[in-house]
């Protein structure tokens, strides 16, 4: 599927520049949208699922996908998520 929706091409574009930087600060993307950075990476996500395949770079795709991961915890947080890192003995920090 093309991408029509002229929002979802903005969304897209932003996210898209911003991704090799980790993504905009959720204050960037409050101003650009009027919407949270969870609600913003929930609509990258269903965007990068419904866009055909060779639209994205599989590279980009995935990049987008991860920096996704980030804002779209299942307790619907929109702070950055810190990563948790396994440590001996099977808990985690």
């Given at each position: 599927?093309t991408?029509?929706?002229?929002?979802?091409?903005?969304?897209?574009?932003?996210?898209?520049?911003?991704?090799?930087?980790?993504?905009?600060?959720?204050?960037?993307?409050?101003?650009?949208?009027?919407?949270?950075?969870?609600?913003?990476?929930?609509?990258?996500?269903?965007?990068?699922?419904?866009?055909?395949?060779?639209?994205i770079?599989?590279?980009?795709?995935?990049?987008?996908?991860?920096?996704?991961?980030?804002?779209?915890?299942a307790?619907?947080?929109s702070?950055?998520?810190?990563?948790?890192?396994?440590?001996?003995?099977?808990?985690?920090?």
């Open positions: 599927m991408i029509t929706n002229v929002e979802d091409r903005r969304m897209l574009d932003f996210a898209r520049m911003w991704a090799p930087y980790g993504g905009p600060q959720p204050d960037e993307i409050l101003v650009h949208f009027g919407m949270p950075p969870t609600r913003f990476y929930q609509n990258i996500t269903r965007i990068l699922r419904t866009a055909a395949p060779g639209q770079p599989v590279a980009e795709r995935q990049l987008l996908y991860t920096v996704s991961a980030r804002y779209c915890a307790d619907g947080s702070r950055r998520r810190r990563r948790v890192e396994p440590v001996p003995g099977g808990r985690t920090r």
